[in-house]
C-alpha cells in the first residue's frame, strides 16, 4: 500500500522538502551540491513555493547558497585578500576610496537583496548630498565593480548590479560641472608672458612651458631625469611616470615610480625649440641656486624638476602655484584698466594644459595618428574626442567671425 501523502492543516498535498511547522509556518529543506543542508522559511505555504522557486532557479543557474548575512564589506575583505597585478600606490587608493566612501553605509548592504537600483541610488547619493565630483565617483564605482564582478564569479550573484550604473551617472550629471577647457591662444600668451618677467613666479616659467609645450601628463614631467633627455637630438623619452598615493594605514604618503599603464604610454616625443630653451633655463637655475636632486624614487634619482630642498615636485604644489598664479595674473591687468576685451586668466589646473597643447596641435591640423602617439593615448577614440571638441569649437569660432564680417561690411543681410 503507497504511503499517504503529507498534507498541512488546510488538507493541501506538501511536496518533497515542504514541511508545515508546529506553529503553522512552512519551511522547505533541501541539500546543496556538497551535501549541506538549508532552510528557508515562510508564513504562508504560497509563499513558501515562491521562495522555493528562487531557490530552485539558483540551483539551475549555479549560484551558491549565499548567507543571508553577507554583505558587500565581507566580499571586499575576499578581494583583497585575492586581488594581484596591481601596483601598490594603485591598490592602496582602490582601498582607501572603498573605506572612504563604500564602507560605512554602503558596503552594509546584504549581498542577496542587492539590485541594480540600489547602486544608482548610492551613486546619486555620492553626486546629491555628498557632494563628489563624478570623477571621484568614477573611482569608487572602478573598486566597487570589481568587487561585486567578483561575488558574480564566486556564483554569489546572478550578475553585477554596478554594471553601466556609471554611465547612467555621467548622463544624469552632465552639466554638473565644465568640461576642461583648453586655453585660447589670447590666454596662453598672456600666461607664458607673465611667467616670463622677472620676480616670484619666473621660478615656475620651465616647468609650466615643458606642460604646455609637449602634452605630457603632469605625472611624466614630475618624473623626468636628465638623462630622459637628449638636448641635442631634440628628443625627450617618456619611460615611467612618478606618482604620489597613499601607502595604507597610517603609514601616510609618498612618491612611487611607475612604469606606463599601456605600451602606447611609452613613447619618444619631439622637443620643440621653446622646450629646450626651457630645460636650459632650469639647469642654469639650478646652478646658480646650488640646487641638486638629493632623492631617490624606487631606484630613479637625478630628477629634473625639483624644489628647493632638492625634492620631487608633486601635482598638489604645481596646482597651488598655478592658482596664485592665475590670482596675481589677473590682478596685474585689472590694475592697468580693462575694458570689454580685457585678456584674463580662467581658472585651469596642471592637465589643462595638456589639453591646452592638444587643441593647438588641433588647430594646426595635425595628423591624428601622430596626436596619438605623441599624447600617449592607446585609444584612438580618446584621441577622436578631443579632436572632435577642439574643432568644433574652432568651427564656431569662424562662424562667429564669418557673422562678424557679413555684419560690419552689410555684405549680406543675415539677420
Not at 582601498?95 to 537600483?117: A, W
Request: glycine letters at 6%; one cysteine or more.
Amino acid at each position: 500500500m503507497a504511503n499517504a501523502r503529507r498534507k498541512d492543516s488546510k488538507k493541501r498535498v506538501l511536496k518533497e522538502g515542504e514541511y508545515q511547522r508546529e506553529n503553522g509556518s512552512f519551511e522547505y529543506r533541501w541539500r546543496d551540491k556538497k551535501g549541506k543542508r538549508h532552510y528557508v522559511y515562510a508564513k504562508t505555504l504560497n509563499e513558501l513555493r515562491d521562495k522555493k522557486q528562487e531557490v530552485l532557479k539558483d540551483a539551475f543557474d549555479g549560484l551558491q547558497v549565499v548567507d543571508k548575512t553577507m554583505t558587500i564589506n565581507d566580499v571586499y575583505e575576499r578581494w583583497t585578500e585575492l586581488k594581484r597585478g596591481l601596483k601598490h600606490n594603485t591598490f592602496q587608493n582602490y582601498k582607501y576610496m572603498y573605506t572612504q566612501f563604500v564602507e560605512p553605509d554602503f558596503g552594509q548592504s546584504r549581498i542577496h537583496d542587492l539590485k541594480r537600483s540600489d547602486v544608482r541610488a548610492f551613486y546619486n547619493y555620492l553626486a546629491d548630498e555628498r557632494g563628489l565630483k563624478t570623477s571621484t565617483i568614477d573611482c569608487v564605482h572602478t573598486v566597487l565593480h570589481q568587487v561585486l564582478e567578483l561575488a558574480v564569479e564566486d556564483d554569489y550573484m546572478r550578475y553585477n548590479p554596478s554594471d553601466n550604473a556609471l554611465k547612467e551617472l555621467k548622463k544624469a550629471h552632465n552639466n554638473d560641472g565644465q568640461k576642461r577647457k583648453a586655453l585660447t591662444i589670447k590666454e596662453q600668451e598672456l600666461f607664458v608672458e607673465f611667467l616670463k618677467k622677472p620676480g616670484q613666479y619666473n621660478r615656475w616659467y620651465p616647468i609650466f612651458v615643458v606642460l604646455l609645450w609637449t602634452g605630457m601628463r603632469v605625472g611624466e614631467i614630475t618624473g623626468l631625469r636628465w638623462c630622459d633627455i637628449n638636448l641635442e637630438e631634440g628628443s625627450i623619452s617618456v619611460n615611467h611616470t612618478l606618482v604620489y598615493y597613499q601607502k595604507g594605514d597610517k603609514k601616510g604618503c609618498g612618491f612611487a615610480v611607475n612604469s606606463p599603464k599601456t605600451k602606447a604610454g611609452r613613447r619618444t616625443i619631439p622637443m620643440m625649440p621653446i622646450v629646450k630653451r626651457a630645460f636650459l633655463q632650469e639647469k642654469k637655475y639650478q646652478m646658480d641656486c646650488e640646487i641638486k636632486c638629493n632623492v631617490s624614487v624606487d631606484g630613479y634619482s637625478d630628477f629634473i624638476f625639483v624644489n628647493r630642498f632638492g625634492g620631487v615636485q608633486q601635482q598638489g604644489t604645481l596646482n597651488k602655484a598655478l592658482r596664485r598664479i592665475i590670482r596675481d595674473c589677473n590682478y596685474e591687468v585689472l590694475e592697468n584698466g580693462f575694458d570689454e576685451d580685457t585678456i584674463t586668466l580662467p581658472r585651469f589646473s596642471n592637465h589643462s594644459l595638456r589639453h591646452t597643447f592638444t587643441t593647438r596641435m588641433c588647430e594646426a591640423d595635425i595628423n591624428i595618428k601622430a596626436m596619438q602617439d605623441i599624447l600617449g593615448h592607446a585609444d584612438a577614440e580618446t584621441t577622436l574626442n578631443i579632436y572632435t571638441t577642439a574643432t568644433t569649437d574652432l568651427m564656431r569660432e569662424e562662424m562667429i567671425s564669418l557673422i562678424q564680417y557679413f555684419s560690419d561690411y552689410g555684405k549680406v543681410s543675415i539677420g
